[in-house]
């Protein structure tokens, strides 16, 4: 049994209260370690480390910053095996997976903004013998970072790397139901040289802990990765503060398939956009849209190939998918495939929960589910079920799958599978969609623009993105005279 404690200013304390909650491995459904039930007042004193390390760190050389995140980054690579180890423990994802994406992505992710920021430059306005113009970029001051479960490692990077380089403290609250790698991460950060205060990180239930970090008076921008439903309440609580808010929420996407798809590739890449980490992504695709003149050939490969995933332990090597992050969660996924039968959908394969044998027979497993037949205003194709549920409904022309696509809330990411270039172009234009991916699925580029339209978010990270949403432009004139 582990016990997870806050780390405020360079060392690891409990909560101040004394209270603490349950972490649980949802692949056996045993309790792995215990880790604070944060208040208020653990919020305080994080808040209060990063204010008073804030001035030393804005103030240090850029290549000091830079050099401390490439040393982070470093020890994440070097230590990489035993963060795997602990994030596949603590989601239920195949140990494998996060070895080879979300270990590989944290890494990167501190390497590309440390050094992305010795690239990133100012403007300047020649007013000529009036003067001239020049804009400085600066750090806000100590920002909250608040990360889901299903990336733990990865997320908390994607925004750790950015805020710090620029100048900014942080304090982060992981999901409470992934807080492991997160801890590593701390005692990373003191081995990487980050002095103290710089990050912080409190752990606690949402509506205690991180609400009081939202609200609290001295965050100066909130980036906020999880549920629509969360990021529409932190929108409320920080508008009458007028402070920087970054939110990539939900998503329902829909990958849609012309009848000149290459079929093998589109099967491959269906199979990942819909099924990895047992569908919870926020950019897995959970709608494949397909024409109707190759929707059952394409049917019946997708279902032989989604009965081939591998679903179990996820220590085993060969197993693709791992538990859902709770039984909670499994018991949610469930009710969304009930409903699907009520609403007269059928079921291809999949459809209820699975019990492995061994170790994990009480772990939250969920068979990948294939569902057809339902009717157009089903929830299961509006809603964001998270899980390794995909709906399938036939399209007769590309008007046709242009509003099928377009017409549910969200608007992150789509997938389109054609060989025709001009169809690619002009689709991808007319989709409402933060991200369009071509005969593909998930391919990052950590320069572009990251970020969903309508309920699927506000602003964009990645590249000189989240560079300009973690400082704040001066601009400086200077007479010519």
């Given at each position: 049994?582990?016990?997870?404690?806050?780390?405020?200013?360079?060392?690891?304390?409990?909560?101040?209260?004394?209270?603490?909650?349950?972490?649980?491995?949802?692949?056996t459904?045993?309790?792995?370690?215990?880790?604070?039930?944060?208040?208020?007042?653990?919020?305080?004193?994080?808040?209060?480390?990063?204010?008073?390390?804030?001035p030393?760190?804005?103030?240090?050389p850029?290549?000091?910053?830079?050099?401390?995140?490439?040393?982070?980054?470093?020890?994440?690579q070097?230590?990489?095996?035993?963060?795997?180890?602990?994030?596949?423990?603590?989601?239920?994802?195949?140990?494998r997976?996060?070895r080879?994406?979300?270990?590989?992505?944290?890494?990167?992710?501190?390497?590309?903004?440390?050094?992305?920021?010795?690239?990133?430059?100012?403007a300047?306005?020649?007013?000529?013998?009036?003067?001239?113009?020049?804009?400085?970029?600066?750090?806000?001051?100590?920002?909250?970072?608040?990360?889901?479960?299903?990336?733990?490692?990865?997320?908390?990077?994607?925004?750790l790397?950015?805020?710090?380089?620029?100048?900014?403290?942080?304090?982060?609250?992981?999901?409470?139901?992934?807080?492991?790698?997160?801890?590593?991460?701390?005692?990373?950060?003191?081995?990487?040289?980050?002095?103290?205060?710089?990050?912080?990180?409190?752990?606690?239930?949402?509506?205690?802990?991180?609400?009081?970090?939202?609200?609290?008076?001295?965050?100066?921008?909130?980036?906020?990765?999880?549920?629509?439903?969360?990021?529409?309440?932190?929108?409320?609580?920080?508008?009458?503060?007028?402070?920087?808010?970054?939110?990539?929420?939900?998503?329902?996407?829909?990958?849609?398939?012309?009848?000149?798809?290459?079929?093998?590739?589109?099967?491959?890449?269906?199979?990942?956009?819909?099924?990895?980490?047992?569908?919870?992504?926020?950019?897995?695709?959970?709608?494949?849209?397909?024409?109707?003149?190759?929707?059952?050939?394409?049917?019946?490969?997708?279902?032989?190939?989604?009965?081939?995933?591998?679903?179990?332990?996820?220590?085993?090597?060969?197993?693709?998918?791992?538990?859902?992050?709770s039984?909670?969660?499994?018991?949610?996924?469930?009710?969304?495939?009930d409903?699907?039968?009520?609403?007269?959908?059928?079921?291809?394969?999949?459809?209820?929960?699975t019990r492995?044998?061994?170790?994990?027979?009480?772990?939250?497993?969920?068979?990948?589910?294939?569902?057809?037949?339902?009717?157009?205003?089903?929830?299961?194709?509006?809603?964001?079920?998270?899980?390794?549920?995909?709906?399938?409904?036939?399209?007769?022309?590309?008007?046709?799958?242009?509003?099928?696509?377009?017409?549910?809330?969200?608007?992150?990411?789509a997938?389109?599978?054609t060989?025709?270039?001009?169809?690619?172009?002009?689709?991808?234009?007319?989709?409402?969609?933060?991200?369009?991916?071509?005969?593909?699925?998930?391919?990052?580029?950590?320069?572009?623009?990251?970020?969903?339209?309508?309920?699927?978010?506000?602003?964009?990270?990645?590249?000189?993105?989240?560079?300009?949403?973690?400082?704040?432009?001066?601009?400086?004139?200077?007479?010519?005279?």
């Amino acid at each position: 049994m582990r016990t997870v404690g806050n780390f405020i200013a360079g060392r690891t304390q409990p909560a101040l209260e004394g209270g603490s909650l349950e972490n649980l491995n949802p692949a056996t459904g045993e309790c792995i370690a215990r880790i604070p039930d944060s208040g208020p007042a653990d919020v305080d004193q994080a808040v209060a480390a990063a204010r008073e390390a804030f001035p030393d760190w804005s103030a240090r050389p850029v290549a000091d910053r830079m050099e401390r995140l490439e040393r982070l980054a470093g020890l994440i690579q070097a230590n990489a095996e035993e963060l795997a180890a602990l994030e596949s423990e603590d989601t239920g994802k195949p140990r494998r997976l996060a070895r080879e994406i979300d270990m590989q992505r944290a890494e990167a992710n501190l390497r590309f903004f440390a050094r992305a920021m010795s690239q990133w430059s100012s403007a300047g306005h020649d007013m000529g013998p009036t003067g001239f113009n020049y804009t400085r970029r600066e750090p806000l001051g100590p920002v909250a970072l608040i990360t889901p479960w299903n990336l733990p490692l990865y997320l908390l990077t994607w925004k750790l790397g950015p805020a710090l380089v620029t100048g900014n403290t942080v304090v982060a609250k992981p999901s409470e139901l992934t807080p492991l790698t997160a801890d590593a991460l701390a005692r990373l950060a003191n081995e990487a040289g980050l002095p103290a205060g710089v990050f912080n990180l409190v752990h606690g239930l949402g509506a205690r802990c991180g609400q009081a970090l939202v609200d609290h008076p001295d965050i100066k921008a909130v980036s906020f990765t999880g549920g629509t439903v969360t990021g529409r309440r932190i929108a409320q609580s920080t508008a009458p503060r007028l402070i920087k808010l970054s939110l990539e929420l939900g998503g329902k996407n829909p990958a849609l398939v012309f009848d000149d798809a290459d079929l093998d590739r589109t099967v491959a890449g269906l199979l990942r956009a819909g099924f990895t980490n047992q569908g919870q992504v926020c950019l897995c695709s959970s709608r494949f849209l397909i024409h109707e003149s190759i929707y059952e050939p394409l049917v019946e490969r997708l279902v032989e190939a989604v009965k081939g995933l591998k679903v179990g332990d996820p220590e085993d090597e060969d197993n693709t998918q791992g538990a859902l992050i709770s039984a909670a969660h499994r018991d949610k996924v469930l009710g969304y495939i009930d409903q699907a039968r009520q609403d007269g959908g059928r079921i291809l394969c999949g459809g209820e929960a699975t019990r492995p044998t061994g170790r994990c027979q009480d772990g939250a497993f969920v068979l990948p589910t294939l569902i057809a037949d339902l009717p157009p205003e089903s929830r299961l194709h509006r809603e964001e079920i998270f899980g390794p549920v995909v709906t399938l409904q036939r399209f007769s022309s590309e008007e046709e799958a242009i509003a099928l696509a377009n017409d549910v809330d969200y608007g992150l990411a789509a997938t389109v599978w054609t060989e025709g270039l001009s169809r690619a172009h002009r689709v991808a234009g007319r989709l409402q969609s933060g991200i369009v991916w071509v005969n593909n699925w998930l391919v990052r580029d950590l320069r572009t623009p990251f970020g969903g339209v309508k309920a699927s978010g506000l602003g964009r990270e990645g590249g000189h993105w989240s560079l300009e949403f973690f400082t704040e432009p001066k601009n400086v004139f200077i007479n010519g005279d």
